[in-house]
């Protein structure tokens, strides 16, 4: 009778330890994803502090935003920043620029060099220049001429589409048709002896003289980390424009 006795014990000695192990692990993972979610959060918290001083032409310090926004997740900050940043960059198309080191001072400005804010009329309060810069690079792709269908079909992957609210940028066809065309950012036109009608979209003359195309494809090629040269017919276009403008 001793021999199944142990063997039980062993048994549930072993099951014990399998237990707890599975308990730590999931109790580490629990953890884990609990910070991983407070700094998401905090991320997103950063951003809309950024919004407030970009609608407001405020700088801010790091240390203004380690005390309004991050608080005791200090340890955590060049993490969360560097998420916010590109969440600006990427979504608003606004650049968070250091201008004083000696005490981290930042301005929000467009990027790209564009003097175009971002902000309409009719209630809509959120920058839309991050659409604008995505577009800018789709009619880059397309040969400096994008056909509308192929910018529909585009942004419609981003959640983008044509005669649908969005939550940020809007109604979007009345911004690249009207909005964008006005401010001489794009053109909008027919195609030549299109029939039925089908229409187009180039730069306008205002994008042609606050950035290039090498700076539009530097810019989206780094958040894929990858050198322009790795594209080259674009890069040879995009370089040959710059020394033609210089």
């Not at 467009?110 to 175009?116: A, D, K, R, S």
């Not at 950035?211 to 780094?222: E, H, Y």
């Amino acid at each position: 009778m001793a021999a199944p006795v142990c063997s039980q014990s062993e048994d549930e000695g072993f099951s014990s330890q399998d237990e707890q192990e599975t308990s730590s692990r999931e109790d580490s993972g629990d953890a884990e994803s609990s910070l991983h979610d407070a700094l998401y959060l905090k991320m997103t918290e950063l951003v809309e502090f950024l919004l407030l001083k970009y609608r407001a032409k405020q700088p801010t310090t790091k240390a203004e935003m380690l005390s309004r926004v991050i608080r005791k997740y200090q340890d955590h900050f060049p993490e969360i920043f560097s998420l916010a940043s590109e969440c600006m960059q990427l979504l608003f198309g606004i650049d968070v620029k250091e201008v004083d080191p000696s005490n981290l001072t930042y301005v929000l400005v467009t990027t790209l060099g564009l003097t175009y804010d971002g902000m309409v009329s009719n209630g809509q309060s959120m920058p839309n220049t991050g659409l604008l810069v995505m577009l800018l690079r789709l009619i880059l792709a397309e040969g400096d001429c994008a056909p509308e269908e192929n910018v529909w079909e585009a942004l419609n992957v981003m959640g983008v589409c044509d005669g649908k609210e969005h939550w940020i940028y809007g109604e979007p066809r009345e911004l690249l048709t009207k909005v964008w065309v006005q401010e001489k950012y794009l053109e909008y036109r027919q195609v030549p002896n299109s029939d039925p009608a089908r229409y187009e979209f180039l730069w306008g003359p205002r994008a042609h003289a606050e950035t290039t195309k090498l700076k539009v494809l530097k810019f989206f090629l780094r958040d894929y980390r990858k050198d322009p040269r790795s594209v080259p017919s674009l890069f040879q276009e995009a370089l040959s424009d710059e020394e033609e403008g210089a």
